[in-house]
């Protein structure tokens, strides 16, 4: 003889609760108190008390017109992310985007594709946001995956790579990929250069094609990052003291386009001098150059002299008799009128 044993009280309300919620969910427009009483057969205190603890439980019940119905999708709060939260998260994803083709990037865009439906159109909360792409040339995703592999299982990478410094002559090497950074939207791989014994930087826009090798990495880095401690943007070397003066009307910009571990010595006559160590002087010369001639380099001589040859190069190719006069004032002013036509006033 098999005995089942008596429903609790606590069991026979959870019944009774999940009755009154499967009565209101197969109904389109709600019930009264009286169907839903007679749906579930009890009296109407128990009702009462019942209804009590579905609502304190934070279920979406709603009383409209003296029927009881379910809130729908569009009147029950979200409890997701907000239209901020999602914003910030592309803004993230923007950040990301150079390591196009990598397991990272394709999780989180599994991830945020689960927070809006496809097609679905972006909240009005994320219009007053605008996220721009970048222009720069993007690496190969073929290229990123397999330095993705050769990470992961630790093994060599033959690659071919245009290098700046043979003019952008392609070269076949074999590395140890070490670490992948991102500087300024550019994805370059620290590794170990096989040919050439030692530790290199790739940009990864500039590898042509790379395969994944059978041979395992042998190199062994104290810490990969290392090299990029002093780094303006992505190249290392010797560190080098370096000392540039501002102008009084960039003196405030100092603190915007930083070298790293900067400090900064305000002048008497308003201008900046900025202090600061960095891996190598190729990247900084570029960055001082930026600046024209509202910055002056004080030291080191070597990287003082670097940059005047630069700017006496480049001044060379304006000088000479230059067009015919009347062609000459023609040039100016269609210039004038197309950098008016042009510009856009910051701040």
């Known amino acids: 003889m098999v005995r089942t044993q008596k429903p609790s009280h606590a069991q026979t309300r959870l019944i009774r609760l999940c009755e009154m919620l499967l009565q209101l969910s197969r109904s389109k427009y709600g019930l009264t108190a009286d169907e839903l009483r007679a749906a579930v057969a009890v009296s109407r205190s128990t009702f009462h008390r019942d ?10 019940i709603e009383l409209l017109g003296g029927r009881y119905r379910f809130l729908n999708a569009s009147e029950f709060p979200s409890v997701g992310p907000s239209a901020l939260q999602i914003a910030s998260l592309r803004l993230a994803r923007l950040q990301l985007a150079p ?18 439906p496809a097609g679905a159109k972006a909240p009005r909360e994320q219009t007053c946001f605008r996220f721009a792409e970048s222009l720069k040339p993007a690496p190969a995703q073929k290229v990123v995956r397999t330095i993705e592999k050769a990470l992961a299982s630790g093994r060599r990478a033959c690659i071919e790579y ?16 070490l670490l992948v950074s991102v500087a300024d939207a550019d994805p370059y791989v620290r ?37 990029f401690v002093d780094a ?8 080098h003291g370096i000392e540039v003066r501002l102008d009084a009307n960039v003196a405030w910009l100092a603190r915007e386009y930083p070298f790293p571990g900067q400090s900064e010595h305000p002048n008497r006559d308003g201008s900046v001098t900025v202090r600061a160590t ?13 600046w024209g001639a509202a910055v002056e380099v004080v030291k080191p001589r070597e990287l003082r002299e670097a940059v005047r040859a630069e700017l006496a190069a480049a ?6 008799p230059g067009p015919a006069k009347t062609s000459l004032e023609k040039f100016e002013g269609a210039a004038r009128r197309s950098l008016k036509e042009g510009e856009t006033r910051a701040g």
């Open 278 to 290: 960095v891996a190598g002087l190729v990247e900084v010369k570029s960055r001082i150059l930026a």
């Open 232 to 239: 303006v943007k992505a190249w290392s070397g010797s560190p």
């Open 315 to 320: 001044l060379r190719k304006y000088d000479g």
């Open 99 to 116: 390591l196009a083709g990598t397991l990272l990037l394709q999780e989180f865009d599994r991830f945020l594709d689960t927070l809006q």
């Open 51 to 60: 209804l009590s603890v579905l609502r304190s439980a934070g279920v979406p």
């Open 191 to 227: 590794a170990f250069c096989v040919e050439r014994n030692g530790e290199r930087t790739y940009k990864l826009s500039r590898i042509q094609a790379a395969e994944l090798t059978r041979e395992r990495a042998t190199y062994r880095a104290a810490a990969a990052d290392a090299p």
């Open 162 to 177: 245009r290098a700046a410094t043979r003019g952008g002559a392609t070269t076949r090497v074999h590395i140890e990929p």
